[in-house]
């Protein structure tokens, strides 16, 4: 039995469909399914059920993945293990940033005062994972975190409207969700934790927000505001101080209104020295933002 018998192995186990697998590896389909008939010729049983379409783990198949991801994660950790304990191990971390990219560069530079030679892989448009993690520390919705991960708890904010100066709203100092139903939204897209969130508030109170804009970039949506084309709902820590003179912030009477923001590192997998250091750096950070934020 070969390494790469295993790594091929459990890319079909989880692709569940032999082209998809052979894409994400590199190497053509009839390789892969030949590597794969290899594999079940000298365990002697049959690892997946076929179809003229896709495949499907059996029962045999299910045991011998689960212990495939303990052995090949072993392995990985071991590699990973060693070259952290040299002289030259590597300062080098993935960081998947799904909220609060707003204050990534300030945290980046915060880090790297005491650490300069840190090398950073940003993931900030990728698409979760639910098997294998790519990164080793991810930055998420509270309500949303990744699967199979250890989490902490790094602030709680209150989600708040963002008006233009001029908005016959803007001398307010609360605003109800039920007074926002005729206004016209500049929001994220669907799929972004803040827009999930800010859609189940309306829902609560009994209408589907009208969004006038939908757009991926934070600065855009603040750049709407200013220009008078709509309201959104912000994060009042993360997003404070960015909106500018020509925006302002209403606190919502719904106490409800708010949202959580956790940090994740997956169970199971050897965190390196330089991951654990931008870990407690990262806490301490949202530390002091929350408390920058207390009266």
């Known amino acids: 039995m070969e390494l790469l018998q295993l790594k091929y192995f459990q890319m079909a186990a989880r692709m569940e469909h032999m082209t998809q697998a052979a894409q994400r590896l590199h190497i053509s389909q009839p390789a892969l399914s030949k590597m794969i008939a290899s594999l079940e010729s000298e365990l002697g049983v049959k690892l997946f059920e076929r179809t003229s379409k896709a495949i499907r783990l059996n029962e045999h198949g299910r045991h011998f993945l689960s212990k495939v991801d303990i052995a090949l994660q072993a392995l990985e950790d071991g590699q990973r293990e060693l070259k952290d304990l040299t002289e030259a191990a590597s300062e080098f971390i993935t960081l998947d940033v799904r909220v609060s990219s707003h204050l990534l560069p300030?945290?980046?530079?915060?880090?790297?005062?005491?650490?300069?030679?840190?090398?950073?892989?940003?993931?900030?448009?990728?698409?979760?994972?639910?098997?294998?993690?790519?990164?080793?520390?991810?930055?998420?919705?509270?309500?949303?975190?990744?699967?199979?991960?250890?989490?902490?708890?790094?602030?709680?904010?209150?989600?708040v409207v963002a008006l233009p100066s001029e908005h016959r709203y803007a001398k307010r100092e609360y605003i109800s969700l039920e007074d926002l139903k005729e206004e016209r939204f500049i929001s994220l897209p669907p799929g972004k934790s803040l827009r999930e969130t800010t859609d189940a508030f309306c829902r609560l109170a009994g209408f589907?927000?009208?969004?006038?804009?939908?757009?991926?970039?934070?600065?855009?949506?603040?750049?709407?505001?200013?220009?008078?084309?709509?309201?959104?709902?912000?994060?009042?820590?993360?997003?404070?101080?960015?909106?500018?003179?020509?925006?302002?912030?209403?606190?919502?009477?719904?106490?409800?209104?708010?949202?959580?923001?956790?940090?994740?590192?997956?169970?199971?997998?050897?965190?390196?020295?330089?991951?654990?250091s931008f870990r407690d750096c990262t806490i301490q950070y949202f530390a002091e933002l929350a408390k920058a934020d207390t009266p």
Do not use: M
Not at 252 to 258: A, D, F, M, Q
């Open 106 to 159: 300030g945290l980046l530079a915060e880090y790297r005062k005491e650490k300069p030679d840190t090398q950073f892989h940003l993931l900030q448009h990728a698409l979760p994972n639910d098997y294998a993690y790519e990164f080793d520390l991810c930055l998420s919705d509270g309500a949303n975190p990744p699967p199979g991960c250890n989490s902490v708890s790094l602030l709680k904010e209150a989600i």
């Open 208 to 276: 589907t927000p009208h969004i006038q804009f939908e757009s991926d970039d934070p600065a855009t949506v603040r750049g709407l505001i200013r220009a008078g084309q709509g309201v959104a709902f912000l994060p009042a820590i993360t997003w404070g101080g960015s909106t500018g003179a020509d925006v302002v912030t209403i606190p919502l009477k719904e106490g409800y209104c708010e949202r959580s923001i956790s940090l994740h590192w997956p169970k199971g997998r050897y965190l390196t020295q330089a991951a654990t």
